[in-house]
């Protein structure tokens, strides 16, 4: 395969760095276990990933790739998601019977996280019909490689199982798996630097 070419998202690009997360993420376990109703899905998950990954979007670390057939937001070290609005947009879009739980998973994966400055992957994905060509492993190389420079640890969440080997191929070992009430298993993974 020819040399793929990863980009920063631009402000031009951030509504489809979001379509093609969208489109990624409309399958996995843990997203539609918050919002199994597809039009829900739809109104709401483009919200999360503002939310939850924006912060890549204005810190010049969100990638795509190859036309947009996939995308990585990414946080440098000490860079977090924006909580307060996090907790608001679950408490409006997800259904009372997961809230509680949901709340869980994710006080969970905070504990996870490692204590020293890291790289933090809130979201990697790749549309579903490039899947499988090399998109996903071209944008977590392309941070990981300033991972290994920096000596940096990367640290992620799983939220499906098919991709832990992905993320195993990389470096990444698995730390434990989060799963709270009925919510899907959560995978937490690290990397250190090579």
Known sequence: MTKLTIKTTMAADEVAVIDVLVLAFSSDPAVRWLYPNPH????????????????????????????????????PPDVHPEEEGLIALLQRTVAKENLE????????????????????????????????????????QHTLTLCDRDKKLAYLESSNPESVPL????????????????????????????
Request: net charge neutral; glycine share 12%.
């Open 167 to 194: 993320y195993e191929r990389h470096g990444f070992a698995l730390l434990g798996t989060i799963q709270v009430g009925a919510s899907p298993p959560i995978f937490p993974m690290l990397r250190t630097p090579r």
């Open 40 to 75: 829900q899905y739809l109104v709401h998950f483009p919200a999360f990933v503002k939310v939850f990954g924006g912060n890549a979007f204005t810190q010049g670390s969100a990638y795509y790739v190859d036309g947009y057939k996939g995308a990585a937001l990414w946080f």
């Open 101 to 140: 739980d949901a709340f869980e998973v994710f006080e969970q994966m905070g504990s996870y996280h490692p204590n020293e400055p890291h790289w933090y992957l809130p979201l990697l994905g790749v549309d579903p019909s490039a899947q499988r060509k090399g998109y996903g492993s071209a944008l977590l």
